[in-house]
């Protein structure tokens, strides 16, 4: 008895047939998929060259933003100094009458000491108006408590004519500079032995 050979067939046989059984669809689908992958490799290289150009714009957009920023960092401080020189500028043209007022007192001889140091005197109130105005304010020290943030002790005294710890006599005079302080007082501070028992009782 005898085998039918009808029903045996190759691998490459049933792929073949496999293929040609496909529908018009499918071959429309795989050639259009085929079509898509050749066009995105084509624009590879399109691509990179559009990252290139984004990459170089955004590099000049940086360097000019750096320039930029570099021109109002050099405007800012020219203008901050122009600022102090018109300040400074100011400042000295108010002090000029007091220089004045020095050279016309050189050049004319005192009559007698008294006449010289009411001159003087004159002299030193007229800068001592000025600086206020420019808003210079002289340190209170003597009889007031001691302050370290304003004054500076040089020495401390035994004495009872004056409040323990308090200002006995003052030194140097002290400035400030609206709230800036440009030195402080110097001064001698009193110290009373006979307070300190009250104090602790």
Not at 35 to 53: G, H, M
Not at 128 to 144: F, P
Not at 162 to 186: C, F, I, W
Request: hydrophobic share 35%.
């Amino acid at each position: 008895m005898q085998k039918s050979d009808t029903n045996l067939e190759t691998e490459p046989e049933r792929q073949g047939a496999a293929h040609q059984s496909a529908s018009p669809e499918e071959h429309i689908g795989e050639a259009q998929s085929a079509s898509r992958i050749s066009a995105n490799r084509a624009a590879l290289p399109a691509s990179r060259e559009e990252l290139q150009a984004d990459r170089d714009a955004l590099l000049d957009r940086l360097a000019r933003t750096q320039a930029e920023f570099d021109n109002a960092r050099k405007r800012a401080a020219r203008e901050q100094r122009e600022f102090k020189e018109f300040a400074l500028a100011d400042a000295v043209t108010s002090l000029l009458p007091v220089l004045d007022s020095l050279d016309l007192a050189l050049q004319t001889p005192p009559q007698s000491l008294e006449e010289m140091r009411s001159g003087v005197d004159l002299i030193r109130k007229q800068l001592q108006d000025t600086l206020s105005k420019l808003g210079l304010a002289q340190i209170s020290a003597k009889g007031e408590p001691f302050d370290p943030r304003l004054h500076e002790a040089i020495e401390s005294v035994d004495t009872t004519a004056a409040q323990d710890n308090h200002v006995l006599s003052e030194l140097q005079r002290g400035y400030k500079l609206g709230t800036r302080l440009l030195r402080p007082a110097m001064v001698s501070v009193a110290r009373n032995p006979q307070e300190e028992p009250s104090r602790r009782d």
